[in-house]
Antibody, heavy 120, light 109 residues
Framework: QVQLVQSGAEVKKPGASVKVSCKASGYTFTGYYMHWVRQAPGQGLEWMGR????????NYAQKFQGRVTMTRDTSISTAYMELSRLRSDDTAVYYC?????????????WGKGTTVTVSS | EIVLTQSPGTLSLSPGERATLSCRASQSVSSSYLAWYQQKPGQAPRLLIY???SRATGIPDRFSGSGSGTDFTLTISRLEPEDFAVYYCQQYGSSPLVTFGGGTKVEIK
């Protein structure tokens, strides 16, 4: 079945970087954009950016420009999201989500999330 | 920049009642690019509605979506115990590329 499996929880110190992985299975990885969304504790959903797994092209939310890097490894059908210069307010659950879109555009498959805790 | 405003913030209802959730956009949004998600505590969001009114696979027909332009609505005709959750609307395609509403929590009265 179609699924996205994310890497495990991380604890980082302020100023460090974190790299979260998202392994896709059950579909053609290069056929769908992958998006990253985060959710701080008790808060709503926040879009971070997307990657085209086919070309490697990326688009980032302005808020994260300069701090986020999204990459992929097509040989293992895995997308990555790296966030640098971590701050305490980066503590959140980070989700990857597949974008389904031709005429309609929506995120139809989500990973279970990776909890990133930033604490000194 | 498109902003999606969901109301009410919290909806307190009893099982069997009808729930009406609103999502208002600061600029016109294509209906094709408007989706709704359900999220339960400790879980990832789940797609409910895409294209403003099309139910995703496996979603019961008590869930329906409607609207166009700047005003969209998610309706749950008769609340089941498993429907108490947080609901988000989301738009795709305008700057920023993806925006989520702040969410509506449907809680048991």
């Amino acid at each position: 079945q179609v699924q996205l499996v994310q890497s495990g929880a991380e604890v980082k110190k302020p100023g460090a970087s974190v790299k979260v992985s998202c392994k896709a299975s059950g579909y053609t990885f290069t056929g769908y954009y992958m998006h990253w969304v985060r959710q701080a504790p008790g808060q709503g959903l926040e879009w971070m950016g997307r990657i085209n797994p086919n070309s490697g092209g990326t688009n980032y939310a302005q808020k994260f420009q300069g701090r986020v890097t999204m990459t992929r490894d097509t040989s293992i059908s895995t997308a990555y999201m790296e966030l640098s210069r971590l701050r305490s307010d980066d503590t959140a659950v980070y989700y990857c989500a597949r974008l389904r879109g031709v005429f309609y555009y929506y995120m139809d498959v989500w990973g279970k999330g990776t909890t990133v805790t930033v604490s000194s | 920049e498109i902003v999606l405003t969901q109301s009410p913030g919290t909806l307190s209802l009893s099982p069997g009642e009808r729930a009406t959730l609103s999502c208002r956009a600061s600029q016109s949004v294509s209906s094709s690019y408007l989706a709704w998600y359900q999220q339960k505590p400790g879980q990832a969001p789940r797609l409910l509605i895409y294209g403003a009114s099309s139910r995703a696979t496996g979603i019961p027909d008590r869930f329906s979506g409607s609207g166009s332009g700047t005003d969209f609505t998610l309706t749950i005709s008769r609340l089941e115990p498993e429907d108490f959750a947080v609901y988000y609307c989301q738009q795709y395609g305008s700057s920023p590329l993806v925006t989520f509403g702040g969410g509506t929590k449907v809680e048991i009265k």
